[in-house]
């Protein structure tokens, strides 16, 4: 698996053409991804037109970014102009966006090759990728496990080798948790530091893009290109970004040893033993090179499940209320307004969909507003309070990124509470708007991988590099890949 400076490289030198690599790229694609199913459209002409646009460049002698070449996917929730984005639903079946996302329009800018779409959840609404009405995504390390949700296509492109980096978005854990089970590294940003603008909204104060890529320093590279202020979004946070390359060390040992914090109510009942073991022995790691290491109370971690079972639904409910019929997306036939409202979300949406939405609506209902919605706003509020006082106390926080890893396909399917406490560890920071990753840190005794998250204050992603980074260097975990037949 190269990284993205290591083909950088490559093209500076020479030594192969953007052309090259995007073929190499989509061979892989087409010998594994039948197996995988990590795509749900593949562009390769428009990919291969890209990359003879960098070559040409290249031979003119021109400079050209890191990004540059580099092929990538991304998950079809983001608007790509020209190209189909479903959100993996049938209600935007036939769907082709007149607009580029932020995002994808400065990976364009910055030289990078769109591949193709990832398959995700409908709608970014799932912790399995499962939910796609179009596929189900299976994990590159073992192919009849999940790869994680919502952003699961994307976690198991890169894990499968199909791209070098992708995209994802995480509303409630879904780029963090799909990476601790497919074995790569997701980074969910600080809350309004990445457009969301192009982003098709699940949950609109929740909602954020970020990288899944193989390395640490692959996550800092593709930050450092879509991360800044977007007036197109109105949550966009006008900041001056820094050099997230230049964050990472081989070592914490500096004079300011990094005080690293593990949060207690994220270990012990509910918490599988070998995730447990790996993360503990990970965090003696961290330890060993330099850091301090305190116990750390978040009492109201435990809060932030159900609030956020009242709060993503409420939201998501009136996000949704746009797939009527009239305004776009797939239209049932109807002999009434109302009949074509109703037969058009019907066969529209699936049912995990259809779920959250009548959770959203009746939380948001007149007669339970007060009791269900204002409660759970009160709870975020205690929820960020705690992670405030923690960063008093700590610069980086840590804990597992999921409490178990990945579970067979369909061992779930049935029970949906049980699906959603896979997001136990990583729903209280979309609530705080933190930045968080997930880096790999083991394998269980089945050779699925573990995840561990780091989490820092707003806007304080450079530490979660440094850190990520030393732990990196120290380990062999970004090293190993699932062994996947061309056949």
């Not at 953007?18 to 594994?32: D, F, K, N, S």
């Not at 230049?246 to 070592?251: D, L, Y």
Request: with cysteine; aromatic share 8%; net charge negative.
């Amino acid at each position: 698996m190269s990284s993205i400076r290591e083909l950088h490289q490559q093209l500076t030198r020479k030594e192969r053409s953007a052309t090259e690599i995007t073929e190499a790229y989509l061979h892989r694609i087409e010998a594994v991804d039948p197996q995988v199913r990590s795509f749900l459209s593949v562009t390769g002409d428009t990919a291969l037109a890209q990359a003879q646009r960098i070559d040409a460049k290249i031979a003119a002698g021109e400079e050209i970014g890191l990004l540059a070449g580099i092929p990538l996917g991304v998950k079809d929730n983001l608007c790509t102009k020209g190209i189909r984005t479903t959100c993996g639903s049938k209600i935007l079946e036939n769907f082709v966006p007149p607009y580029e996302s932020t995002v994808t329009e400065r990976l364009a800018t910055a030289g990078a090759i769109c591949l193709g779409k990832t398959n995700l959840d409908e709608f970014a609404m799932g912790s399995s990728t499962e939910n796609s009405a179009y596929q189900t995504t299976a994990n590159p390390w073992d192919l009849t496990r999940v790869p994680g949700g919502s952003s699961g296509g994307s976690a198991a492109a890169v894990s499968a080798q199909e791209c070098v980096a992708s995209l994802g978005s995480d509303t409630g854990g879904s780029i963090r948790q799909p990476a601790s089970f497919c074995g790569v590294v997701g980074l969910k940003p600080t809350y309004g530091l990445v457009s969301r603008y192009g982003l098709v909204a699940f949950a609109s104060s929740l909602d954020q893009i970020g990288p899944l890529t193989p390395t640490v320093e692959d996550a800092a590279i593709l930050l450092q290109s879509i991360a800044g202020h977007d007036p197109r979004d109105s949550t966009s946070l006008n900041v001056e970004i820094p050099d997230y390359v230049k964050a990472m060390r081989p070592t914490l040992n500096r004079r300011n040893k990094r005080r690293i914090g593990v949060i207690k109510e994220t270990f012990g009942g509910g918490l599988d033993p070998v995730v447990e073991a790996a993360v503990e022995k990970a965090i003696q790691q961290l330890q060993e090179l330099g850091a301090e290491i305190q116990v750390i109370s978040c009492p109201q971690f435990r809060y932030g499940l159900p609030t956020y079972y009242i709060l993503a639904p409420s939201e998501a409910s009136s996000n949704l209320a746009r797939y009527d019929g009239v305004k776009y997306g797939n239209r049932s036939e109807a002999d009434s307004l109302m009949s074509l409202y109703t037969e058009t979300r019907s066969a529209g949406f699936g049912p995990e969909v259809k779920r959250r939405i009548m959770i959203g609506t009746y939380t948001l209902s007149a007669g339970y507003y007060d009791a269900y919605y204002l409660k759970a706003q009160k709870v975020r509020t205690l929820i960020k309070a705690d992670f405030e006082k923690a960063f008093n106390q700590v610069d980086v926080l840590v804990c597992p990124t999921a409490p178990t890893t990945a579970f067979k396909a369909g061992e779930k399917t049935d029970d949906p509470l049980s699906m959603y406490l896979g997001d136990l560890m990583t729903i209280p920071v979309n609530l705080a708007g933190l930045p968080a990753m997930s880096i790999p840190c083991g394998f269980d005794d089945q050779g699925m991988p573990i995840g561990m998250q780091l989490i820092s204050n707003v806007l304080r992603e450079d530490l979660l590099f440094e850190v990520g980074y030393a732990y990196e260097q120290a380990t062999q975990w970004h090293n190993q890949h699932p062994s996947l037949s061309s056949d």
